[in-house]
C-alpha cells in the first residue's frame, strides 16, 4: 500500500485529488526522504480551476472593501498562530533553516498585513468642475481571474505576494506552486480557506510546464504574475502577452555589493557572508558578486575565515547556518560551475564541495560556502546565476570603476554598497542602473508600503509585486466624467467641438 501523501488541488472550495497519471515526489533535500507527492494537473483540471473563479467573480467583484479586508485581517492573525507549524514543513520540503523559514513566512505576512488595508490602496481620485459641472473620477476595478506562477525558493513570501493583493481588489485567483516544494504553500492556502476566503476565490493547481502553458493560453484569465528565472519568464511574458493579459515577471539576478575602504569591516564581513551563503544561496537577492575596491582587497583571508565557520547541515536542526541545495540536479549544477570557475582560471579561496559534515546528513544536497576571487565577466561564474552559496570576488580600482561593472551587468534586481561616506553613497545610489539599491544594507527588499522594483534584465512588465504598483497591475483604472442636469439647467445649443465647455 501507498502510504506517501499527496498534494491537492484546490478547485472551487474543494481540496480534490488531481485525476492525472503524472506525479513528481516531494523530496526533503536533507534526507532524501519522500515527503509526499504533486501531481501534474491535467488540461481539464486548469480549466476546471480556472472556471470556478470565473464564476466566483462575478459575486467576489462585489463584496464591500471592509467585507475583503476583515478577511485578510483573520488571515494573518492565522499565519502568525501557524508560523512554527508552517515553517517546519517549508524547512523540511524546501530546506532552508527554520529561523529563515520563519523570515520566508513572515516577509509574506507583511504582504498580508498591508492587503488588510486595501480600502486606502485601492481609492479613485476625483477632479471637481474639470468644466462648467463637470467632474472626473477614476475607480480601480478588479480585472477577472488572474495567474500565479512562483518558485521553489519562497514557497511561502512569493505566492504571498500574489493571491492576497489580487484578491483584495476583487479578482479571483489560480495559484501555480513550485513543484518542487508546494506543502507549505498549501498549508497557507488552506489558512486563507479558514480566514474566509470564499468557494472559488482562490483555486490551486499544480505542475510544471505543461499547465503553466495552459495559464499562459487561457483565454479566461487576464492578469499573469510570474517569479522564476529569466528564461522560464521571458517564455511566460511573451506567451501569456501574446495571449493578451497582463503580465509581470520577476526573474533571475546576478547582485553585485560594493564594498569601499572606508566601509565597517566587521559588519561588512558579517554582512556579506549573510546575503551571500544565507538560504544556501538560493535567493534572487543573494549577493553573488563583491567588489573590493582598493585597500578592501585585502580582507579576502577574513571573509573566508568567516564563511568557514558557518554550520552546513539539516535546516531542521538547531545551529545549522546553511542547508541544503533543492535538489541532487542543484548540487550538481553548482558544482559544476564550481569546476568551471577553477578551469576559466578564477582563485578557489574556499572550496564547498564535499563540505564539513556531521555524519547523519551525508545524504542531504550539500554545498557549503565557496569563495572564488579574480573573478571577471566572460567566466561562467560571472556570467550565469549561481543560485548556490557561491560567492565571486571582483576587484576595482575605484567607484567609478565598481559602478561601471554593475552597470555593464545585464541584471538588474538588486545591488549593495558598503561605505561610511555619505557623497560615495549619493553617488551609487543615483547613478547605479539597479532597481534595488541598499546602503550598508545587503539585501534591499522593500517592506510592502514600496513595492520590489527589480529592473533591466531581472523583470519584465512595468509595475511590480505588492506595494502601491501591484494594486495597478491587478485593476482596471476607469475614469468617469459625469454633469448633472437640473430643472434650471438652461438649455444649451449643439456643440460639435471636443471641447467639454
Ligand atoms: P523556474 O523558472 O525553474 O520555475 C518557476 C516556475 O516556472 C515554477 O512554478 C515552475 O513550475 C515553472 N516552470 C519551470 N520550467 C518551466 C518551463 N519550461 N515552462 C513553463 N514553466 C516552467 O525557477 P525556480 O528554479 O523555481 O526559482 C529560482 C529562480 O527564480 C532564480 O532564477 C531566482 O533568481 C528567481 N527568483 C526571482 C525573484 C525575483 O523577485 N526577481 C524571486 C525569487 C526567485
Not at 321 to 347: F, H, W, Y
Not at 431 to 436: A, F, N, T
Not at 453 to 476: C, I, W
Amino acid at each position: 500500500m501507498n502510504t506517501i501523501p499527496t498534494v491537492k488541488l484546490l478547485i472551487g472550495g474543494q481540496f480534490v485529488e488531481s485525476e492525472t497519471t503524472e506525479w513528481r515526489n516531494i523530496v526533503n533535500p536533507a534526507t532524501q526522504q519522500v515527503l509526499a507527492r504533486v501531481p501534474m494537473a491535467t488540461r481539464a483540471e486548469v480549466d476546471a480551476a480556472v472556471a470556478a473563479g470565473k464564476l466566483a467573480f462575478k459575486t467576489w467583484r462585489h463584496t464591500p472593501i471592509g467585507v475583503r479586508a476583515r478577511i485578510f485581517l483573520k488571515y494573518q492573525q492565522l499565519i502568525r498562530e501557524h508560523m512554527k507549524e508552517v515553517a517546519a514543513i517549508l524547512t523540511a520540503e524546501q530546506g532552508k533553516t527554520l529561523p529563515d523559514a520563519e523570515g520566508d513566512i513572515f516577509r509574506g505576512l507583511e504582504v498580508v498585513e498591508h492587503a488588510a488595508n486595501i480600502g486606502n490602496l485601492q481609492m479613485g481620485e476625483l477632479a471637481n468642475n474639470v468644466a462648467t459641472g463637470v467632474d472626473t473620477y477614476t475607480v480601480q476595478q478588479p480585472l477577472g481571474v488572474c495567474a500565479g506562477i512562483t518558485p521553489f525558493n519562497f514557497p511561502a513570501m512569493i505566492p504571498l505576494w500574489m493571491f492576497p493583493m489580487a484578491i483584495a481588489c476583487g479578482n479571483t485567483f489560480v495559484l501555480k506552486p513550485s513543484e518542487q516544494d508546494p506543502m507549505s504553500t498549501m498549508r497557507l492556502v488552506e489558512l486563507a480557506i479558514e480566514a474566509g476566503i470564499p468557494p472559488g476565490v482562490l483555486n490551486v493547481v499544480h505542475g510544471g510546464e505543461e499547465v503553466v502553458n495552459a495559464i499562459c493560453d487561457h483565454a479566461d484569465i487576464k492578469a499573469v504574475s510570474f517569479v522564476g528565472s529569466t528564461r522560464v519568464g521571458t517564455h511566460v511574458y511573451h506567451r501569456a502577452s501574446q495571449a493578451g493579459k497582463r503580465v509581470q515577471c520577476m526573474m533571475g539576478a546576478k547582485n553585485h555589493a560594493i564594498i569601499l575602504p572606508d566601509a565597517h569591516k566587521e559588519q561588512t564581513l558579517n554582512n556579506l557572508i549573510g546575503a551571500g551563503f544565507g538560504a544556501a544561496g538560493q535567493r534572487c537577492m543573494a549577493v553573488s558578486v563583491a567588489i573590493l575596491v582598493g585597500e578592501a582587497r585585502k580582507w579576502i583571508p577574513e571573509l573566508v575565515e568567516r564563511a568557514q565557520k558557518l554550520v552546513i547541515g539539516n535546516g531542521a536542526a538547531a545551529g545549522t547556518d546553511v542547508g541544503p541545495v533543492i535538489s541532487c540536479a542543484a548540487k550538481e549544477r553548482v558544482e559544476s560551475l564550481i569546476a568551471q570557475g577553477v578551469a576559466e582560471g578564477a582563485t578557489l579561496d574556499l572550496d564547498g564541495r564535499q563540505p564539513p559534515l556531521d555524519g547523519g546528513v551525508r545524504e542531504g544536497n550539500f554545498v557549503g560556502p565557496t569563495i572564488f576571487s579574480g573573478v571577471k565577466p566572460g567566466m561562467a561564474i560571472y556570467d550565469q546565476e549561481i543560485f548556490g552559496p557561491v560567492l565571486c570576488i571582483a576587484e576595482a580600482a575605484s567607484l567609478d570603476e565598481a559602478i561601471a561593472l554593475i552597470n555593464a551587468n545585464p541584471n538588474g534586481n538588486g545591488t549593495a554598497l558598503f561605505t561610511q561616506s555619505g557623497a560615495a553613497a549619493r553617488k551609487f545610489q543615483e547613478e547605479v542602473d539597479v532597481g534595488q539599491v541598499g546602503i550598508n544594507v545587503p539585501i534591499p527588499v522593500p517592506v510592502p508600503l514600496f513595492s520590489f522594483t527589480g529592473s533591466r534584465a531581472s523583470k519584465l512588465g512595468d509595475l511590480g509585486p505588492y506595494g502601491k504598483q501591484v494594486v495597478l497591475f491587478y485593476t482596471q483604472t476607469k475614469t468617469i466624467t459625469e454633469r448633472w442636469f437640473d430643472d434650471s439647467s438652461v438649455a444649451g445649443a449643439v456643440n460639435t467641438t471636443i471641447s467639454l465647455r
